[in-house]
Each structure stands twice: as structure tokens, then as C-alpha cells.
């Protein structure tokens, strides 16, 4: 089974500052993918960002980048130049292969405070 | 093309009873995924449906079932409701179940009371 853990449950930043949150997972698969999600006070989830595990590539997605490091399984989020509307909940989720199927599993998440 | 939605909004029950909720999926999609977030938790994978069938299964009770239609719309049914089922209930559409991009639904908050 898999488990993603973010450990920093709040975590604020001032507009215009850059922000790291924090991910790491544990799988037994080869390849999969890990994502971004991010879940404003409204409630609805939106993709962020995604990154499939055979790509040494970091993701890059305008603001938001992602630092993969495949071995020591770990994901981490960088949003450069923050804005008031990234205020939200930050979900780091992991989904196996595709061709077993497309379930994702959440890491609890990180509340993002962006102070203007 | 039209997004991922919830039905109802909101929705109080009362423990022992039994809920229905339903989720229609985007344009194109008949794959559904439902998941379960508790207050302050991330979501957690209850199950998925692919062209009517159960295609995947969390570790839920029996007591959570659902149904998946030929249009691909889908309900989420809770019997038996206990205290602990009180949570916001997401709704996700995909393009196939092989498809790594998910579309999520607002959920339905549902209070147990």
C-alpha cells in the first residue's frame, strides 16, 4: 500500500515571497505519478501540477515547480511570486501506473496562508 | 463542456438512516471515482466505477455501495449511517480508468447527526 505524508499542516507566506511545501511518499511501484492539488475555501480540488516518476525533469507549471527526488521519495511544491488566491489547502497525492488504475492517495495537507 | 457536478449541496441525517448521493461526470468521461474527506483530513478513495462496473475499491464497508449509469452519472449510497460518516464527499470523473487526470465534483457535505 502506499502512504504520502506532508508534514507541515499550516504554513504562511507573504504575497510576492516564494513558498516550499513539503511531500514524501512511500511505494513499493516503479512507476506512477505524483500531483499537486489544491483546494481553495470554496471546496472544489483543482490539479496543480503533475509529475510522472520516469521524468528526472522537475514539473513547471508557470509559479508552481516541483522538486522529484525519485529516490529519496520525495515531492516538494515551490510557488514562486505568491498571490492572495493561492490562500488554500495543498494536497500531495500519489496515483500508481495507470494501467492499474487511476485511484489517488492523499497526503493529509498543507493549509497555505498567503498574508498580502 | 460541462464540469463535474454534486448533488445535493448539503445534507443532514440522522444515524441509522440511509443516503443517496449522485455526481455527474464532465463531458466525455465514463470513469468515477469517490472519495471521502473528513474535517481537516485528505481525501480518502471509497471506490470507482468504469462503464457501470466496479473498477476499484477502498477500505470502505459494505454498507457504501454505488451505481454507475449508462450516461456515466453515478450515486454514492450510504446504509446505516454512524457519526463518523459526517464528511464532504467528492465526486471525480476521468477520461477512462486508465487516465491519470482526475476532474473533481464542489461534494456533498454530509452531516450525521
Known amino acids: 500500500a502506499q502512504t504520502v505524508t506532508q508534514s507541515q499542516p499550516e504554513m504562511s507566506v507573504q504575497e510576492a515571497e516564494t513558498v516550499t511545501l513539503s511531500c514524501t511518499y512511500d511505494?513499493?511501484?516503479?512507476?506512477?505519478?505524483l500531483f499537486w492539488y489544491k483546494q481553495p475555501p470554496s471546496r472544489q480540488m483543482i490539479l496543480v501540477i503533475r509529475q510522472e516518476a520516469y521524468k528526472q525533469q522537475n514539473a513547471t507549471e508557470n509559479r508552481f515547480s516541483v522538486n522529484f527526488q525519485k529516490a529519496a521519495k520525495s515531492f516538494s511544491l515551490k510557488i514562486s511570486d505568491s498571490q492572495l488566491g493561492d490562500t488554500a489547502m495543498y494536497f500531495c497525492?500519489?496515483?500508481?501506473?495507470?494501467?492499474?488504475?487511476?485511484?489517488?492517495?492523499f497526503g493529509g495537507g498543507t493549509r497555505l496562508m498567503v498574508k498580502p | 463542456e460541462t464540469g463535474v457536478t454534486q448533488s445535493p449541496t448539503h445534507l443532514i441525517k440522522t444515524r441509522g438512516q440511509q443516503v443517496t448521493l449522485r455526481c455527474s461526470s464532465q463531458?466525455?468521461?465514463?470513469?468515477v471515482s469517490w472519495y471521502q474527506q473528513a474535517l481537516g483530513q485528505g481525501p480518502q478513495f471509497i471506490f470507482q466505477y468504469y462503464r457501470e462496473e466496479e473498477n476499484g475499491r477502498g477500505n470502505f464497508p459494505p454498507r457504501f455501495s454505488g451505481l454507475q449509469f449508462p450516461n456515466y452519472s453515478s450515486e454514492l449510497n450510504v446504509n446505516a449511517l454512524e457519526l463518523d460518516d459526517s464528511a464532504l464527499y467528492l465526486c471525480?470523473?476521468?477520461?477512462?480508468?486508465?487516465?491519470?487526470?482526475?476532474?473533481f465534483g464542489p461534494g456533498t457535505r454530509l452531516t450525521v447527526t
Open positions: 471525480a470523473s476521468s477520461l477512462s480508468g486508465t487516465s491519470y487526470e482526475q476532474y
Open positions: 511505494t513499493s511501484e516503479s512507476n506512477y505519478y
Open positions: 463531458s466525455g468521461h465514463n470513469t
Open positions: 497525492a500519489f496515483m500508481k501506473s495507470s494501467y492499474a488504475g487511476n485511484m489517488l492517495t
